[in-house]
């Protein structure tokens, strides 16, 4: 479910620069607080395509983003490669598959609340989230994709998508559970259909960050 509108023709770049600011804007009110972050955005390219690098300045209810080349000075950083991240924004606009179902319990209703990434500061370190059966990502269905997040000290190294404190790895349909509502962050790490490699204690730190976004199981 969409809590704010992407329009159509919406690229990667206009859902950074524009989109998400005027979603930030629209969503987190100003009693959410003062506090700031900076957030590089990374769309990792691969087979001809090119890489973009964004990074996004947060100032309580305000929220400014450019593109620029990769830097060091961030709070966090997300990579995700390319063409994957044009398959979810491609049904975003579309069948909506990839979108929450659910809507958040309270007034915090991104990421990018200063309520939020308050706790996700708080986390340490560089996880990878993975699906090991994509359908439809070049050059084939069920092909494995992940999103990396890194937050902390080693989000002012260079970025590189490999050596993650944790890798959390599932199926498509686990994640599609994740979206419903009924698979809680704190419930994934406890799942037998979720694979943990790694750091389990940096995964339960992500976890408690996302937690205020999702409605109390019943």
């Known amino acids: 479910m969409l809590l704010f509108d992407i329009p159509r023709g919406t690229t990667l770049e206009s859902l950074v620069l524009e989109v998400a600011p005027a979603a930030h804007r629209k969503l987190v009110p100003a009693t959410a607080g003062s506090d700031t972050l900076a957030c590089g955005v990374h769309f990792v390219g691969g087979g001809g395509a090119r890489s973009r690098s964004f ?11 450019r593109e620029q080349p990769e830097h060091a000075n961030v709070d966090m950083w997300i990579a995700i490669d390319v063409g994957t991240a044009q398959i979810f924004l491609d049904d975003v606009l ?6 929450p179902k659910f809507v958040p319990p309270t007034d915090l209703k991104l990421m990018s609340d200063p309520r939020a990434f308050k706790l996700l500061k708080l986390a340490q370190g560089k996880i990878e989230l993975a699906l090991r059966d994509f359908p439809g990502a070049p050059p ?31 199926t498509c349909a686990t994640y599609e559970r994740v979206l419903a509502g009924a698979m809680p962050p704190e419930e994934i790490l406890t799942s037998g259909d979720v694979t943990i490699r790694g750091k389990r204690f940096v995964a339960m730190q992500f976890a408690l960050a996302l937690t205020p976004l999702y409605p109390k199981k019943r």
């Not at 579309?94 to 979108?99: A, M, N, Q, T």
């Open 140 to 170: 084939g269905p069920g092909r494995r994709v992940s999103l990396w997040v890194c937050v902390g000290p080693q989000a002012r190294k260079p970025v590189l998508l490999e050596k993650p404190d944790v890798t959390l790895e599932t």
């Open 94 to 99: 579309g069948p909506g598959r990839w979108l």
């Open 55 to 65: 990074t996004v300045h947060v100032a309580g209810a305000t929220m400014r983003a």
